[in-house]
């Protein structure tokens, strides 16, 4: 080896500049292995590669080379995740004791209101009737029916009752109603039409009324020891004056007394030959005049 020579000019530079950067890579290399700070140092290791997944059970492979620190030798941190997802399951919600479900409520038809079929009119026209109003406790009387198409099998029925029928004409027929028929205020329905019911006609009707009736009061009774009819005392309720009648006398225009007793006093209608009996009373106090009223006519008849 050829011995430098520091006389030369320039060959004394050379070995300084040698020197410096021997100096300098010494320091380099001291930094980086050992480092300035007051603890040890690891070194810095190479980036392994990122290993395969490996399956269950599988021992990994060594890597060549020296032997790596603690850290890098745990290959576990370093194997790649693999996430697999899974479908999420909320839980069952617990159940609310206040919350419970409401059927809705059925729908309603509307309710449809079917056409009426007209009904076809009656085959036997029933026109009028005479008389249409009579007074109840009348007696027996006769009932007159007008209309058209009658024929003699027609009956006259009342109240659905069959009545016996005279048959004049298709326009006339006529019945006898009982007194039994109208005993009693209220509307009577009639009408006209064969017992099977082939031939019928529309409803006609009766109007049943109730008579009129005395506006008296019997209040007392005078009995004479000596052969003198009795006499009755009765008060007339509008201007509460006290009549005293006979038997046979006619009292209010229509009513005449048939009997004098001491329980009751019988008048007559003498319209309408219906009976009305009246029970003593003790009436109103306040009696007014004592008068006399219209006297028996001896042409009167006094049967009722």
Known sequence: MQRVDLNKPGEKKKVISAGVLGLAALVVLYWV?????????????????????QRAGQTPPRPNGPAASADV???????EIIYVTSPYNAPEAKRNIFAYYEPPPK??????????????????????????NVYARTADFKLEIAGDKFTPAMRVYVDGRELPTAYK??????????????TNPGTRTVSVRTPDNQLFSNDGSINVAAPP???????????PQSRVADTALVQDRNNKNILSVYKGDVIGGRFRVTSISDKEL??????????????????DKAAGALSRPTPRVDAEDDEP
């Open 266 to 283: 019988v008048l007559v209608d003498t319209t309408l030959k219906i009976k009305h009996s009246l029970a003593m009373t003790e009436g």
């Open 169 to 182: 004409n298709p326009q006339q027929v006529s019945a006898t109603i009982p007194a039994s028929f109208i």
């Open 213 to 223: 009736t005395p506006n008296f009061t019997y209040i007392g009774i005078i009995s």
């Open 107 to 132: 729908p309603v038809a509307a309710a449809s209101t079917p056409t009426p079929t007209p009904t076809p009119p009656p085959p036997v026209l029933l026109a009028s009737v005479s008389p249409a």
């Open 33 to 53: 292995f050992i480092g300035f700070d007051s603890g040890p140092r690891t070194t810095a290791a190479r980036p392994q590669p990122t290993p395969s997944p």
């Open 73 to 79: 030798q745990d290959a576990s941190k370093f194997t």
